[in-house]
């Protein structure tokens, strides 16, 4: 699932947020435990608290003291978090095209052409 | 600290195996000791658990002595089978249960009725990983506060590793520390918080894996290969 070559608890962190900003899990919903999203990826406990307090930090996800967690009520933040992916592969993307020689003009059309 | 090693040293006659090993563990962690064949991990282990004495320095484990105090809190797999193949799966349980105060006979049955093993089963008809599969259970089947697995995936096939894996993923306590020593890196660094490397006796790296990993941009397994490129 993970692959060894980066942190595990990055690439934890970065699945459950594309989980959360493409409505696999719902804004204002408790997401699994610990517990199930160490058996669920089968990583450590450890790695997974790690990758919660990550999303914690990007304010994805909010901890109620003793229920668990649970994806923001905030939709923005979502929204938000959801777009800078997008921004990212975009970007991403277009230096790909650049790089073969295509204009901003022709990767519109390939675009068009292949939709 | 759950498990201190100071200065300990250890030789067989002229040849030094462990030499001035420096180790602490806290409580909670996977925690991998990694090293090639012969580089002493078996000997660190076995000093741990008690079974040799060491020439220099102290181990101890939740602040006390190794001995028989410390046995109560660690369970251990071996790297060897040792237990007799011939007596029957609910023998070998009520043994472990007489022998240990924490061992958990429920939690015992339900891990070998997952491999469908039936407690009037004889280890001699099994095979070489159905084995490893039934000792690992027995061992996590007590409620320790530390674990030590030595090559708990020696010789046993990919699909038994995963089984094996996440055998110990999910009987992982948070208040626990489970110590593996392996060679086989690639198959178990996903689970690790911290991995040790002993080379030659000495230890060379002690640190947090996702910080390994950060850093260099590579997996465990490829940082070992070159730090101890042959």
Do not use: W
Not at chain 2, 100 to 119: R, V
Not at chain 2, 188 to 205: A, P, Q
């Amino acid at each position: 699932m993970f692959n060894n070559e980066a942190p595990i608890y990055l690439q934890l962190f970065q699945r459950l947020a594309l989980d959360i900003v493409t409505g696999k899990y719902k804004a204002g919903e408790k997401i699994p435990s610990v517990r199930e999203l160490s058996t669920m990826f089968r990583v450590n406990p450890n790695t997974v608290q790690k990758a919660l307090s990550e999303l914690e930090d990007v304010e994805l996800i909010y901890t109620e003291r003793t229920n668990g967690k649970f994806v923001t009520d905030n939709k923005k933040i979502i929204k938000d978090y959801l777009e800078n992916l997008a921004k990212e592969k975009t970007i991403i993307y277009m230096n790909n095209m650049k790089q073969l020689g295509y204009s901003v003009k022709e990767v519109i059309d390939m675009i068009e052409r292949n939709e | 600290m759950l498990l201190e090693c100071k200065n300990v040293c250890k030789s067989y006659g002229r040849k030094e195996i462990l030499k001035d090993i420096n180790l602490s563990l806290p409580s909670g962690k996977i925690v991998g000791l990694l090293g090639k064949n012969g580089s002493g991990k078996t000997t660190l282990i076995k000093a741990i658990n008690g079974l040799l004495a060491l020439d220099k320095g102290e181990i101890l484990i939740d602040g006390k002595n190794v001995g028989v105090e410390s046995k109560k809190i660690i369970s251990y797999l071996p790297e060897r089978n040792y237990l007799n193949v011939h007596k029957k799966v609910k023998d070998i349980i009520d043994y472990f249960s007489d022998f240990y105060e924490d061992f958990d006979k429920e939690k015992a049955y339900k891990l070998l009725n997952n491999l469908n093993i039936k407690a009037e089963d004889k280890l001699v008809t099994m095979s070489k990983g159905m084995r490893e599969k039934v000792q690992l259970a027995l061992v996590m089947s007590r409620r320790a506060k530390l674990y030590i697995l030595d090559e708990p995936m020696g010789g046993v096939d990919p699909a038994t590793r995963d089984y094996i894996l996440d055998t110990i993923l999910n009987n992982f306590d948070d208040g626990a520390t489970i110590m593996m020593s392996t060679h086989l890196i690639s198959d178990i660094e996903r689970v690790l918080d911290e991995v040790i490397f002993i080379d030659d006796g000495k230890i060379t790296r002690c640190e947090d894996a996702d910080k390994l990993r950060k850093e260099t941009g590579k997996s465990i397994d490829e940082v070992f290969r070159e730090d101890f490129k042959c």
